[in-house]
Every structure is written in C-alpha cells, then in structure tokens.
C-alpha cells in the first residue's frame, strides 16, 4: 500500500468517526424532545394508559353525587385518582388538579363543595421525565332527598247522587305542610300513585267497600324525580243510598240542650265484642257522624270530646253552682246538674267548685277524674232529673240487632261541657262564645305613685262601684322587668289565696277569680286585696300594673248582669268598643218582647241583618245604612215567629259576623 492510499484510507475513517458521533447526537436529542413533548390525554372516567410516560391504574369517583342537604346548599364530593410511571418511581409523580368551578389544588386527592348542578375535574400528571397526562371526569351534583309528604287524617264526602261517582283529587288530601328541601311547595306534584300524572281518581259504586272507606296512598314529587307518600283514607257517604242499598248506615247527631250541633267530636263504631268496627269519624259544624257497616248482631255507638276545658267556663258558673249547693236557685235540667259535677263524684259539692276555679286560674288544664264533654244518649228519660246518677245514664247508643238492607239507625246525643251549667261553650267554629255585652262597670282603684329601685312596697285594690257584686275574674297584669312578685294578702269576704293563680308569674300575669253565695255590697275605697312587689327598676305604678282578659276574662256578675273591670286608672286602655268591625251580643239576652243588637263600623256603609233559628231558617232580613260608629238596632218580637235559640248575623262588603240570641216565652 503507498502512502496515497493509506493517507486516503484514514481520512476516510475519520469521516465515519464524525458521522457516527453526529448520528448519536441527533437520535439522543431527538430522545429527549419526544420525552418533553409527550403528553397525553385520557377522558374515560377509569382508564389506563399504556405510553410510556405516565399511566392512570385506578380512578375512584362516581358521575352522580347525591345531595342530601336538608336546606338544598352545597354538599361535598371527593375524587382520588392513582397512576403509575416507567421513567421514575410512582411516588414522585406530581398531581394537580383543576374543578370546573376554578377550585384548584395538588396532591391525588381532589374534593370541594358543590350545589345541584353540572361539572367536571381535570387532574394533570407529571413524572421527573416531562412526560403529562391529563384525566378529566364529567360529574352531575343531585337532590336526592326525598319530599316530607303529610296527608289529612281521613275525609269525608259524600256519594253525588245524580251521577253515582265522584271525582277526588289528589291535592284534597294534603295539608298543606308538605315539604321538600329543594322545591317550593307551589312546585310539588301531587298524586295517587308513582305516575305524578295521576293526579284524580274516579270513584264508583264498584269501588266503594262496605264500611265506605277507600284507602288512599298520596305521592309527592319534587322537581327532581325524588318521590315519598303518605296513607290515609276517604270516606264515601251515601245518605241517599245511590249504590243499589246494598249496606245499612248508622248516622245520628251530637247536639247541645240549643240544639246547636257540636263539632270536633270524635265517635267510634265497635261491634258486639268491643272490637273497632270502622275508623272513628270526626263531626263537623252541623253535629252529624255516620258510618256504612256490614250486617252484624249489634253495634255501640261512643262520642268522646276532651278538648279546650275552658270552653265556655268562667265565675258565674261558680256563683250559680254555688247557689244550686245552698239550693237558693237550682239548676233547672240534669245535663246542668252533670255540668256542674266536676270532680265526676255524682254529686255536687264544693269540690267542684274547686276543680272549676283551678281550671279558670290555670293552675290545672284538665280535670282529673273527667273529660272536657260528656254526652248522654238523647232518647235516655231521666227517671229523677233533679238526680240524674239515681241511675247509670247511657253515654254510647248501642245497636242491639242490626239484619242490615236498605236502612238507618239512628243515635242522638246530648252534649254536656263540664264546668259550664249557664250554656256559653261555644259548641262549633260557625259561632264564637257567647260573650255577653257588658251592662256596666265594676272598677277598682288603685293609688299611683312613683316606686324606686330595690324599694319593696304594697299595693291595695280599693272598690269602687262594688254593689250587690255576686263574683268577679279577671287577669292582672304587670311588668314583669319592672317589678317582681312577693305576696297577696286578702281582705274581701270569702277571698284567700286559693283564689289566686300563679303559675304565669314569669309572663306578668295573676289571675283571680272570687263568688259569694249573695251579692256583696262595699263602701268606697274598701281593699278587695293588698299586693306586695319589689321594685326592679324606678317607675310609676299606673305605667306597671293593668287589668286584662288575656288568661281570665275580666267580669263581675250581679244577678243576670255582667259588668266589665276596669282599673281607675286604665280606663282609656280597656274601652269596651274597637276601631275594627265588631258585632256585639244583644242585650237584654234572654229576652221576651225585644231585645237590641249593636255593632260597630269603621266606616259608613250598607249592612245586612240576617235572623235565622238553628235548622238554618231565615226569619227576618233586614237591609240598614250604617254609620261610621256605634250603631243600634231593635228588634221585637214581633218581627218573626219563632221561639228557642236564634241566631243573628251582620254583613258588609267584607265582613260578616254571627251571634246567638234567646228568645224567651
């Protein structure tokens, strides 16, 4: 080989060294950019993936998150996501992640507190070679609390008779109080079945069960699908027996010794054995119960009422109760004398009179050994009425054999509101109490001065106007940051400190109620009683203490006449008329020849008074111009033909108002 050729052959090499060099460069950074470059994306909510830079191995987080807030607000929701990586070890993978909401943060755990709606995460992966990986996960926050459904307890109605069927809808039976933590309750769905399109149902004679109860399963559904129901029942009546006759009805009436029927009286139907036959009704305003039964040996019929004791209950029951146990003046029916009988002894003693006035003072709510009703089966004749316990009266009607067809047995009763023998209970939501006009003004004086801080000091109720005073209650409010309460020290004949009720001390308040056997009669300025305060702050008398019905209707009695009490220096605040519309109860009441009913309006205008006796009958209409005010009108006897207990009714425009009367022979 000469020189040429080996100098040749070695450059030669060289070149291939170079190149070489050069080729491993360029594939080393090519390398190294696809490695920067690399990043891949993974929109399946649990994929994996198989490159060579980072890998998703589990994902854990659901597409639907349940919202359970009560209040409809914001609930959380957690997501985790794992990966794994060929360039370095696992655990020096970086996560970040990024909610829809702009919530950011690191770390493979991702979480947040998100309202009903729709979103979306994005995690970002990185490992130490630059390889990425992105994870995004579609996610929907729902209401998932269901609806608080809340029935009526169980309606009546009854069978159209020209159609034979009668359309319910679902709305009928619900309360009202349904409720739903998302969904405004104008925006619920009310229905009989799953379907919420189902929303009546209509009922013919084939549906219609024996003892005429259908059972009813009401749906609510809110806004999001979310469904709960609640159970009750509709009772079909069918007085006119439009379904063929096929089953008897027991159907009767509860009224007071008015003849005004008594609502609210739950009356069961158990059969021979004691066993419930059917579901207790309700009565309502008109008095009437009935049930549809099967043909059976017999049946019981029970009213029960033990409700609002107070009903109708006051002093001037006591005062005549009192009269009836000296036998001054006797009760004149025996559902009065099984009035007065408190305490449930058979008997009339001044144990009642003790019961009652617990009652009135709100020491007891209840009577211990009796119910707030009692009810006496109306065909029962009293062998003794002046004795009516000489014999077991019935309280329950009782079916002794029933064959069934087409027919109706029928229960009356007589009820009976213990604790009130003068007929004041107001027996039903159509009519208020029988609250009398006052006929006067009893008023106690009271002296003012200005009492300090820390001062304990004693206050007399002096009379005034106290003539021929049979009884009086009323409620005695004060200021209770003002003063605090120490003792009361009687002076008045037959007053003590049972006549005194304190159990509304921290509210301001002391009832007191008082009866003698004859009217009282007391020089000006004798003191009923004498209180003792301690002073909480520096303030006058007149601006601390007050007379008021808020627990004791403030009223004195004297014979038939009621009279108001007042404090002397509280007239202003106890005035007898409003700025509002008000009927007033006539007066004389009872009366024979006339009587005069008053009312008062707060403007000028036409007003109808309507007289009517208790089956619904319109004696007399009359059409009057009333003046802004006080405003009167007479009414004789002669203009109706009637007799008993009436009722009176005023209208106007907007207004309507009823009372009772009696008209006497």
């Not at 370095?88 to 950011?104: A, H, M, Q, V």
């Not at 493979?108 to 630059?130: M, P």
């Not at 029942?233 to 008015?258: A, K, L, R, W």
């Not at 006067?440 to 003012?448: H, S």
Request: negative net charge.
């Amino acid at each position: 080989m000469n020189k040429k050729t080996f100098y040749t052959i070695s450059q030669l090499f060289l070149v291939f060294i170079f190149l070489s060099h050069q080729m491993n460069a360029e594939r080393n950074s090519s390398f190294d950019f696809y490695h920067k470059k690399n990043t891949i994306t993974d929109i399946s909510h649990n994929g994996i993936s198989s490159t060579s830079g980072p890998t998703i191995t589990n994902f854990s987080g659901e597409p639907t998150i349940d919202n359970y807030e009560p209040d409809c607000g914001s609930t959380t929701a957690t997501f985790e996501i794992m990966a794994d990586d060929n360039c370095n070890n696992p655990s020096l993978l970086e996560y970040n992640w990024e909610f829809s909401t702009g919530l950011t943060g690191t770390g493979n755990s991702a979480s947040g507190a998100f309202l009903n709606g729709n979103y979306s995460l994005t995690f970002t992966i990185n490992d130490q070679c630059g390889d990425s990986i992105l994870h995004i996960h579609d996610f929907v926050v729902k209401d998932a609390k269901l609806p608080t459904p809340v029935c009526i307890s169980g309606i009546l109605t009854s069978m159209m008779p020209s159609a034979g069927s009668i359309t319910i809808w679902a709305s009928d039976f619900e309360s009202g109080s349904s409720s739903d933590n998302c969904t405004a309750y104008d925006d619920l769905m009310f229905s009989f079945s799953s379907d919420e399109n189902l929303g009546s149902l209509i009922l013919d004679c084939s549906d219609i069960p024996a003892d005429g109860l259908v059972p009813i399963s009401l749906y609510v559904t809110d806004e999001a699908g979310n469904q709960d129901f609640c159970s009750t029942f509709i009772h079909i009546q069918d007085p006119n027996t439009v379904c063929c006759c096929s089953y008897p009805m027991v159907i009767g009436t509860i009224e007071n010794e008015n003849q005004e029927g008594i609502e609210d009286v739950t009356v069961s139907l158990n059969n021979s054995t004691g066993t419930l036959n059917s579901p207790s009704v309700v009565t309502g305003t008109n008095g009437v119960y009935s049930f549809n039964v099967w043909p059976t040996a017999g049946y019981i019929v029970t009213p029960k009422k033990d409700i609002d004791y107070l009903n109708g209950v006051t002093t001037y029951d006591l005062v005549l109760i009192s009269k009836h146990i000296l036998g001054t003046q006797l009760l004149d029916s025996p559902y009065k004398i099984i009035a007065a009988d408190a305490n449930n002894s058979q008997s009339i003693t001044a144990l009642d009179l003790v019961r009652i006035r617990a009652l009135i003072l709100h020491i007891d709510d209840e009577l211990e050994n009796n119910e707030s009703w009692r009810f006496v089966n109306a065909n029962y004749g009293f062998p003794n009425p002046n004795n009516p316990w000489e014999e077991e009266f019935p309280e329950m009607h009782q079916i002794v054999s029933y064959g069934g067809g087409n027919g109706f047995e029928q229960g009356y009763f007589i009820a009976i509101k213990i604790g009130d023998v003068n007929g004041t209970a107001s027996p039903n939501s159509l009519l208020g109490s029988d609250i009398r006009t006052f006929d006067g003004t009893v008023t106690l004086d009271l002296q003012n001065k200005k009492i300090r801080k820390g001062e304990t000091f004693v206050i007399d109720f002096r009379a005034n106007d106290f003539k021929n005073i049979e009884g009086y209650q009323f409620t005695l409010g004060f200021d209770s940051d003002a003063v605090e309460f120490v003792d009361v020290m009687p002076k008045l004949e037959g007053l003590s400190e049972d006549n005194f009720g304190l159990t509304k001390l921290n509210e301001g308040k002391i009832m007191t109620s008082w009866n003698s056997s004859k009217g009282i009669d007391l020089e000006k300025n004798a003191v009923l009683f004498s209180m003792t305060f301690k002073a909480k702050s520096t303030r006058e008398i007149i601006d601390i203490f007050e007379i008021n019905s808020h627990y004791s209707t403030a009223e004195a009695y004297s014979g038939t006449n009621v009279y108001e009490v007042k404090l002397s220096n509280d007239s202003k605040r106890n005035t007898i008329f409003t700025n509002d519309f008000e009927l007033y109860q006539n007066t004389p009441n009872p009366f024979d020849e006339e009587t005069t009913i008053r009312f008062y309006l707060p403007k000028s205008e036409a007003v109808t008074l309507i007289i009517y006796d208790v089956s619904g009958r319109v004696l007399n209409q009359m059409e009057l111009e009333g003046m802004e005010g006080i405003n009167s009108k007479k009414i004789k006897r002669a203009d109706f033909e009637a007799t008993g207990v009436l009722y009176y009714q005023l209208q106007t425009a907007t207004e309507t108002a009823t009372k009772k009367m009696i008209l006497v022979d």
